[in-house]
Structure formats: C-alpha cells, structure tokens
C-alpha cells in the first residue's frame, strides 16, 4: 500500500505560481514512478506530468510543457509540481498519482491516487 497526500493548492492570480507537494508513505520511494494529473468538473481526469525513478524522464502535457516542472525527492518521499506562468485554465483538483509502471502512471489508472488539492487560478 502507498499512501499519498496532497498540499501546496490555493487561489493565484494568472501569471503567478504555486509549488505542490506530495508526500509518500507505505513503500519504498525510490522504486516508485510518480505523476500528477488534474480535472476540472464535467471533465475527465488528464495527465499533467510524470517522473521516472531515477528523475532522468519527465514527460509533460502539451499544455504545460515549458511551464510547469517535476521533481522528486527520494531522502524525503515527495514529489512536486512547480507551476508557473499559471493561466485560468489551470484551474482544476491537482491529483498525485503513483504506480510500478512508468506507463500506468501517466494513465488515470495508477496503483494509487492522493486525496486531490485545488488550484484556482484567478483572470
């Protein structure tokens, strides 16, 4: 079992940025792949970027690909998502997601999912 929870969600204004953190528990960490996606109400639940174990491959979606960066901290079990540049349609409940597979966890069906946290991004 991992555990996964979320933090670092709030209301900025566009242009702005927002740091989230997801802190891991239940497995070793650093034999874990890591992702995080996001949805918006009415929508289905999207890819945002994943992390290989070693921190080497960090695919993006195209929509945030230049702006938002993922990182990993093995000493500490958390993984982040630093936003900038952040525009309305950002706007959405930001998800953790964690698998054994580098493939999984950039599908919305990974091992493990966070309890989600809100980013509002203000016009």
């Known amino acids: 079992q991992v555990q996964l929870v979320e933090s670092g969600g709030g209301l900025v204004q566009a242009g702005g940025s927002l740091r989230l953190s997801c802190a891991a528990s239940?497995?070793?960490?650093?034999?874990?792949?890591m992702g995080w996606h996001r949805q918006t109400p009415g929508k289905e639940r999207e890819f945002v970027a994943a992390?290989?174990?070693?921190?080497?491959?960090?695919p993006y979606a195209g929509s945030v690909k230049g702006r938002f960066t993922i990182s990993r901290d093995d000493a500490n079990n958390t993984v982040y998502l630093q936003m900038n540049s952040l525009k309305p349609e950002d706007t959405a409940v930001y998800y953790c997601?964690?698998?054994?597979?580098?493939?999984?966890?950039?599908?919305?069906?990974?091992?493990?999912w966070g309890q989600g946290t809100q980013v509002t991004v203000s016009s």
């Open positions: 992390i290989s174990r070693s921190g080497g491959r960090t």
């Open positions: 997601a964690a698998d054994r597979s580098f493939i999984k966890v950039q599908t919305t069906t990974p091992e493990y």
């Open positions: 239940g497995r070793t960490f650093s034999t874990t792949y």
